[in-house]
């Protein structure tokens, strides 16, 4: 049991590590919220499964769940009004220029 | 196991860093909004961290889940605000 | 102020007092007889302004649709991932307009979070059955443009499904 919340918890913190690299590479907001996402869709998801599986069965894994949720349905609604309101506010999508 | 914990830890608040040169050098302002955002996801995760540390994981997690609905409000207020006002 | 549906009104109630008990966690009759009365509070303020009727029917495929976006989700990870590790950064994002044939706006909203919650693509606008997607690279747009993702919405939805 311990083996596989080590597993699960190196795997959410490479995709972690990954997602900040993205933060400070990507040239534009657009762009950069993809990063954002990819730490909350599938990081924290495998941290917080690496803790469930740590913490064993108990109501705690329920709380946890209830957190995971949580994270599932608010991360994309702030992704979205963000990038919207960028958006709106008049910023154009950085483009490769083609040569 | 409290050593690994206590490892993870660390990288993550050293990731921490690594948003808040986003948010502090950020072209413009959504950047930091998202910078801040993305902040607020490794604190719940730090959070839930810290309690299996303290082995108290059921009171961290409400705050945790505190810590996540205040964030969604705070976003949205700023991007809804954001968005009527236009780039300053 | 709208009628309010006694339906309604204790499916609310329940699923508030689940909660409570989950956050909770004791089971003594203060804390239950105080669970009760607060989520049956909070239900009744607020059930004077929703149109929303819960169809039990579409849950159990809803249920089978998450294990699907997952597998998604994490082949398009893995290709961000990727992406970003490259050293050139071989990106080329597009803004991509999108005409949904879906009808009911629960729908439209199921397919604007599926597509936010996948690294790669992110819903900008949202105007009626127009969406406009902001796309990493062709790859990462290409469940939207194939219409796969809609089509799986327009099953749950028991809507018929668009034309390729």
Redesign the interface.
């Known amino acids: 049991m311990e083996f596989v919340s080590i597993v699960f918890i190196l795997a959410g913190l490479f995709f972690l590590i990954v997602a900040a690299i993205g933060v400070i590479r990507l040239p534009d907001v657009f762009s950069r919220s993809h990063a954002v996402s990819l730490t909350d869709s599938l990081g924290a998801f495998l941290m917080l499964v690496g803790i469930a599986f740590h913490e064993g069965l108990s109501k705690n894994v329920l709380k946890i769940i209830a957190v995971l949720a949580l994270l599932y349905i608010q991360n994309p609604v702030i992704a979205h009004a963000t990038v919207r309101a960028a958006l709106r506010a008049g910023l154009k999508p950085w483009q490769r220029e083609t040569s | 196991?409290t050593t690994?914990f206590l490892f993870?830890l660390v990288?993550?608040v050293i990731?921490i860093g690594?948003?808040l040169?986003?948010v502090l050098q950020g072209p413009?302002i959504?950047?930091r909004?998202?910078?801040l955002?993305?902040i607020s996801?490794?604190a719940?995760?730090v959070l839930?961290?810290m309690g299996?540390v303290f082995e108290r994981?059921?009171m961290f997690?409400?705050i945790?889940?505190g810590y996540?609905?205040l964030?969604?409000m705070g976003?949205?207020a700023v991007?809804?605000y954001?968005?009527q006002k236009?780039?300053p | 102020m709208r009628p309010i549906s006694s339906q309604f009104l204790v499916l609310k109630t329940t699923a508030l007092f689940i909660l409570w008990v989950m956050l909770s966690g004791r089971f003594d009759l203060f804390h239950l007889g105080l669970g009760v009365s607060l989520s049956f509070l909070v239900a009744w303020i607020n059930s004077g302004h929703s149109p929303f009727v819960p169809r039990f029917q579409i849950w159990g495929k809803i249920l089978l649709y998450f294990p699907w976006l997952f597998t998604r989700i994490v082949q398009s990870s893995l290709h961000l991932t990727k992406l970003i590790l490259h050293p050139r950064l071989p990106i080329q994002p597009r803004l991509i307009r999108y005409e949904s044939t879906l009808q009911e706006p629960p729908a439209v909203v199921l397919l604007g979070n599926s597509i936010t919650l996948t690294p790669g693509t992110i819903t900008a606008e949202v105007n009626g059955q127009l969406l406009l997607v902001h796309a990493m690279d062709e790859v990462s747009g290409q469940d939207v443009t194939s219409r796969r993702l809609e089509s799986k919405i327009a099953d749950i939805f028991g809507e018929k499904a668009p034309s390729p």
């Open positions: 196991m690994f993870v990288v993550l990731l690594a948003y040169y986003r413009t959504f950047d909004v998202l910078g955002n993305g996801t490794k719940i995760i839930v961290l299996t994981v059921d997690v409400d945790a889940t996540a609905l964030n969604l976003a949205l991007a809804k954001l968005e236009g780039l």
